[in-house]
Nanobody, 118 residues
Framework: QVQLVESGGGVVQPGGSLRLSCAASGFTFSSYHMKWYRQAPGKERELVAS????????NYADSVKGRFTISRDDIEKAVYLQMNSLKPEDTAVYYC???????????WGQGTQVTVSS
């Protein structure tokens, strides 16, 4: 059974930090590109950060460049999102996504809420 379980969300003040984790099981983690998306109320889901298989390449949305860092641990089967200098506009539900390009397979987690507020 495929599972992606996010954790680490919460409420933080502007300028603070959070580290999101996503634990994967039920599929060959190392064969999948991993991504973090977010969706704020009333807005479309947007891609925040991605990391290719074996951590070869990372990409970030312009809005988070220099503040967020994505990483993966293929032994632990986990992907992480370190979020620094958080802003109120970072408030959203953050989703973990696993994507396999060859067969166009997508897996999604259930999301974790991040709220940036004073």
């Amino acid at each position: 059974q495929v599972q992606l379980v996010e954790s680490g969300g919460g409420v933080v003040q502007p300028g603070g930090s959070l580290r999101l984790s996503c634990a994967a099981s039920g599929f060959t983690f190392s064969s999948y590109h991993m991504k973090w998306y977010r969706q704020a109320p009333g807005k479309e889901r947007e891609l925040v950060a991605s990391i290719t298989t074996f951590g070869g390449s990372t990409n970030y949305a312009d809005s988070v460049k220099g503040r967020f860092t994505i990483s993966r641990d293929d032994i632990e089967k986990a992907v992480y999102l370190q979020m620094n200098s958080l802003k109120p506009e970072d408030t959203a539900v953050y989703y973990c996504n696993a994507y396999q390009q060859l067969f166009q397979i997508n897996y999604w987690g259930q999301g974790t809420q991040v709220t940036v507020s004073s």
